[in-house]
């Protein structure tokens, strides 16, 4: 009786019925131009949000709780938050940035404004190209 009721745990905890989590990477542009460097962020209406940083191509690959291990399933807001170098370092060779204010219409930073919408769905892995308009 103990044995099987170590088991039933166990199982839980590997997971049965698959992942809760799926891949997503992408691109995002505006007015063609790759929007660089910056952060996007996926908000789904429960649980952690993901994350993924904008490369100088506007490419991304999401992270949650370990690098690359992409966004929890279900329907996601998706904000886009460029930056612009700042002035001063944040520590030895790493330069601070700012969010630009001016590169990108305001709706597409706000998660309550932004039109943005992706369904990540359990262990697909999907890839997006968003292409920002005025």
Avoid at 23 to 46: L, R
Avoid at 77 to 96: A, H, I, S, W
């Amino acid at each position: 009786m103990l044995r099987l009721l170590l088991l039933v745990p166990l199982a839980a905890a590997l997971g049965c019925g698959g992942s809760n989590m799926g891949q997503v990477s992408g691109t995002v542009t505006y007015k063609g131009k790759p929007v660089a460097p910056g952060v996007i962020q996926f908000y789904p209406a429960n649980g952690p949000m993901a994350f993924g940083g904008l490369d100088a191509n506007g490419h991304f690959t999401l992270t949650t709780k370990t690098p690359g291990d992409g966004a929890p399933v279900g329907e996601h807001r998706v904000c886009v938050l460029p930056f612009v170098p700042g002035t001063g370092e944040m520590g030895p060779g790493k330069p601070q940035f700012d969010l630009d204010p001016k590169n990108i219409p305001h709706k597409y930073r706000d998660r309550e404004t932004t039109p943005l919408r992706v369904e990540v769905k359990p262990d697909k892995t999907i890839e997006v190209v968003f292409e920002l308009e005025d």
